[in-house]
């Protein structure tokens, strides 16, 4: 049973100081925390994570509540997940920040930074993106390197491993930025060996290293609701606490570098394998003459029933498969998961199947549509 | 989009009548109907989901609420999905009922049966399951052809097809006492042919069938919460209308007999691949180093969360493998649903996938633990 | 280590019989047994393998050579494998033969059975296809009971369970024929569910009843170089030892009635899968820019060098799906191991995956092509 | 079909010089050729196949007869396929022969080399595995760079991508002895990535380079009858022909260098696919009631009859393990095949179901046994 801290509206007065405080939520910071068990409503769980705060066509989070999920089990060779929260009247840290990579995940967390109040020095390749930014607030940034020397916590988020790599490590690139006490927060979605390298390079030069990938979509990060998994320095974690306030409904401290990334690829790699299923259970009904409408209602009425069965459902019944997230990054998703079984002996063989649709899908020219698109592996 | 009847309290005035009228919930039977299409609000729709208007340990569903969905997308081959809605002031049909099968699931639906107010008469293999009921107000009958001689509506709820056939064609059979005008609906889920060929037998003298499968477990029956798939004679589903209020909240009318087969066998199928793909995340996450609960915690902040996964994974990390749902049903199920798609040609890599696995959990002696004990086939 | 027997021309003088007598090759049978554990020449054994001592393309066995292998192993659940011999001088039995059935291997099958001398009834659904046999000097029988009651020994090779079944228990079928003593041979390839319920009816009659499944092609068929695997009552089976002789290269006797069945489809299983495996490299070899025919050339000099490897390389590279076996067939074959698999709690993930890609291919329209026609699954 | 290219003894006469004579095999090297395309022999390839020249357990391979293989299918994309020959009086090149790498495939290779007459320069990680080949009259080369500086022509034979690039880049490596005109032969089974880029680091420093891995285990390796798959400078595979003809059968000319690597990977992966694939029907016969001989039996006498089918099945019945190939690097081979599919946006779903199955096995500790023990992960 997870474990609730609730926050109460400032109306409410506690004097207390709480755990979050380290996280920049302190008295000062306009809200209050309170702990409450809620073991013996099995409803009350879910209640909370089928209501969505925010309008989800709103880009105002004014009234956004805070939900804190606590790990409780004990877990020894993992550090207790913690999490932040978001407020409309949250304080910004003071600190400034640097934002490489506006692509479709980076655009939204830039803007809520600068909406709660953040300074922010931006870098793109194709340096158009930035103007939109620079418009609300946001400072231009001419390379990396001078982004990362001219800002004390600087994020990164671009498309993969490769990409990565050499924002840090190529010409005029972060590496070069980097002194110490420098913060770098990787929030690319890589393997766990890219993160390694790139940890043991930045700290070798004395500058301090998260890995913050986040799950979610396009539009979670517009809405500020991403669940944001943090590993690696957790100095640098509490660093970011308005940041990430700012950007997710969620946040888990994972422990050592490495493990945001790991358990980002095996999330991903679930998502890959229900979405397969999805898939399968609708053409097979097609196949065998059943209306896949009805077939969704009835999955509606069950206990499988989540936002993302209806929402992939609803888009594969109208036949839209604009991309939320890339059917090609899941396939690459899955490889990685599938890799880390290998170097783990551990056998995936859902994962490996789903795996060979999303194959298959690629071959039919669907990678830059949705991951719903698998769908079209099972009718062609 | 779905389309939702809501039921509102009787106190509201409506002489209106509708659509379920002739599902014997008319202007007499306490409640009354109003169209809510919730287009507007996309939570609406998991707001209703994820609450369960009957505290889940109560046997007593008198404050239950409506819930209704009704299929607005015209498909041409297949009927229309309606739905039959419970209160604790329905009227009980006058007909009188028989239950063959008082196994986990026919308890249950019995019991309700008896508190909304309807005469049953019982009959079970071994007699002294019927005694509890007796008590409760049930008949006794001495064999399957003297309740269906007996009675108007003859329900059975057995374990496999052979022991749906034999209770239909055996010595002392429903066959024996079905004559003209009779009803006989069959609950067990069985494949599509064993359907065809007892509706055949049950019309060729003159009785009416329906096929009544039903989705949901040992609790949710005892809840009067299943979902119930029917297909076959329409008017018999017409006449089930309080019996299906009283033992489910939701009910669908698919067609032709075969088709609630069909669908009942596509649906385990998915719940089938996500289960084996739930345990195949959880062992992933502990073989690479990761926390577990961890794990599951952060899964119930995606759009992933639903009721499924957080029961079963719960159970997993608590070692609790008590069958809700047992692991040998679901890979019956698996290996007929993969069989129905070799009869159309449809591929299911996934289900087949799941299917190895589960036989491996089979192997692991796991067939009457629940099927979240697919997770020992990946730690083995 | 297989152990043969090698039989050496009657100029030889061996006064000693052999095992082999009881099948019928006795002194007076034209040939002799000389027992010849090849252990010392590891290259001997695929020296036999490899050379098939009818050419291909004759229709004219006169000179075929003896190949018999015979189980050492000891084996205490199993009988014993026995064998037959063939040679351009066998003594063709004088019992009087009958045969069901005149498709692709039925016919085949026949024809070697006149050319030894058999005296042979035929019946088969479509009557203008015995004429042919009818000039060969085969007699004709009006329905499978007049044939079994005309006949010692009936055979029959149908296509499927259902026409094995119907075949026996149908209107003017074998089983009206059948009397005390009468043979009834049923060398479909069927399930072992099947092959136990006519075992079953045979001798409630008391018929005797040998299952006898065969291994090869239709050009295997023509040849006389059928491998037979036979099961069920061994008397049956030492009668039918000219008519293996003539229509084989070799048999097996596999114990009780069933055990023919089983191991006829993990033979196909294991057949279905390598298929697959193979057009799966082939096409990844062009996907990869490597030249196709550069693949086979190389696998012909490793030692997964078969004459199955090569041949079906060789009609896929020439695009000849020409049917020597059916995929539908084969793919009908993978589903019953799957399920026998099922049955005996044993994973079979290969097989599992082998009958996805065989169901794409079939809804590709390959169902009526040669196995070989996997291949297109792997390119469309 | 395959068109073979036969070798006659030196008693023949024929003054006619052969395609080969460019391999190094011209009329001064005591043999010559014979074009012999045996279209009209079907059993005459196979009889090749199975027949090895040269005694199993023999390292005197004087009387080794020629095999060679010449691709006619004019193929645009692929240069056509050369072959080496060998015979107890080939003329050794008199270039100088570096070897680096004396594990199990290695020390065959070196061992032929030697036999041959070739003058050899070893080197190995662990020196005193270089004694016994210096007392047959190797020299010792101190590091890998003294080798390739005092050699001619410089080969590699090494366990993984890492190792081959280490021993190429790494301090006192390969390319620190590179100078214009030294060739270096890269014979580790690596990835096609490597590859290309230990080509380009030889090359840029005007060296010449050739990819040639082997496909074979370790006693083939000692019989010098490898199939050797090469790619790269033809010119150095020219240079090479008398040291291909010491240690292998036949060898490929692929074209540019990767192909070697691409085709390699593939062929193992069939070979994986086929292990798996025989242990699955192994054991389903044992879980059937079948006997295992039995099975091995009949597939013998069948048409997917091979070395490879016979000599692990064998293995397994004996419980016999013993290394010919490590299970492990099956395992890395289909997870690399597998990856290139990917790339190739080809599924391979048996492959796929494989690499699960090898990955069980190695959870049960099987990664250094062969690849038969696979069979394990069936059981267990």
New interface residues.
Partial sequence: ??VFLLLKDLTDSDPEPSTVERLGAGPGSGFKWESSPVKDD??F???L????EKP?SSMEPISKRLKV?E?V?G?T??QA?DSTAINGSITPTDKRIGFLGLGLMGSGIVSNLLKMGHVVTVWNRTAEKCDLFIQEGARLGRTPAEVASMCDITFSCVSDPKAARDLVLGPSGVLQGIRPGKCYVEMSTVDPETITELSQVITSRGGRFLEAPV??SQQLSNDGML?I?AAGDRTVYEDCSSCFQAMG??S?F?GEAG?AA??ML??N???G??M???A??L???Q?????Q???????????????????KC?NILQGNFKPDYYLKHI?KDL?L?I????M??????????????Y??A??LDQSDNDISAVYRA?IH
């Avoid at 994570?49 to 969505?52: G, M």
């Fill in positions: 049973m997870c099995p409803h769980h879910h209640f994570l089928s209501q969505s989800a999920i790990e089990t877990s060779s993992i997940a799950a979610g669940v998994l409904k969620t888990f994972l493990n790991r358990m095996i999330l790699m679930v998502q394998s229900f397969a299923t999805i399968e259970g053409t097979l009904a196949a065998t003459g059943q209306s409408q009805t077939f969704l209602d009835i999955l509606c009425q069950g206990q499988m029933a989540s936002t993302f069965v209806d929402q609803q396939q490889r998961a890799s880390m079984g290998d783990a002996n551990h056998p995936t063989p859902m994962a490996a199947a789903a795996n060979e649709v194959k298959r690629k071959a099972y």
